[in-house]
């Protein structure tokens, strides 16, 4: 059964303090990895697919890097506005229609 | 306006009673979702589609029914409704099995009394 464990569950930063949030993961055949912006009331909103180990994939203040194990997003120097909850999501080779399985998040919260 | 939405986005019922949950997208896309998300679960599959008349389970389907006759349609019945079933429930969309982007609906917030 593929598993993906998100941590911390919520964390606090100063605007300007850069930190990692972590996503690990056990599947069998990892077809790609993505990561899911979500604010509240609203619906995720897709910001990376990773496919292979090694891979990395920016975006603003935002780097998603990726190993065998697990994925890291980084998060430099951010802004208030980047408060939200950010999902992980695997996508394994051996499911019939390749349906995503979901971390359960972390929450940030960025303090001006 | 392009895109998924879902209708209604709140809706308040009975123990019991049907409700029919709403998703519409205009992409064309040949893969429709239907996830719940509770605090502490995150979000989990429901129901999936793969093209029109063609649907499978995905991890928590009891309770649930879905029918796919158009494209762009993907309703979910919960035929009795039940307070577990207390959420909130997002409809997605995804172009073919291998388009890595998959595009949420803005979500139905259900209340079961």
């Known amino acids: 059964e593929d598993q993906v464990t998100q941590s911390p569950e919520a964390l606090r930063l100063q605007e300007g303090e850069s930190s990692s949030l972590n996503c690990s993961y056990t599947?069998?055949?990892?077809?790609?990895l993505f990561w899911y912006r979500q604010d509240p009331g609203k619906g995720p909103e897709f910001l990376f697919t990773l496919y292979s180990a090694g891979e990395e994939k920016e975006k603003e203040r935002l780097k998603a890097t990726l190993t065998k194990k697990e994925s890291f997003l980084h998060i430099t120097a951010p802004k208030p506005e980047d408060s939200a909850t950010y999902l992980c999501a695997v996508q394994a080779g051996d499911s019939g229609y390749s349906t995503l399985t979901f971390g359960k998040g972390t929450m940030l919260l960025v303090s001006p | 306006d392009a895109g998924i939405t879902q209708s209604p986005r709140y809706k308040i019922t009975e123990t019991g009673r049907q409700v029919t949950l709403m998703c519409h997208q205009t992409?064309?896309?040949?893969?429709m979702f239907w996830y719940r998300q509770d605090l502490g679960h995150g979000l989990r599959l429901i129901y999936y589609s793969a093209a029109a008349d063609i649907t499978d389970k995905g991890e928590v389907p009891d309770g649930y029914v879905v029918s796919r006759s158009k494209t762009e349609n993907f309703p979910l019945t919960l035929e009795s409704a039940t307070r577990s079933q207390t959420s909130v429930y997002f409809c997605?969309?995804?172009?073919?099995?291998?388009?890595?982007?998959?595009?949420f609906g803005p979500g139905t917030r259900l209340t079961v009394l």
């Open positions: 599947v069998s055949g990892l077809r790609g």
């Open positions: 997605a969309s995804r172009l073919a099995v291998d388009y890595n982007e998959q595009f």
């Open positions: 992409w064309s896309h040949s893969y």
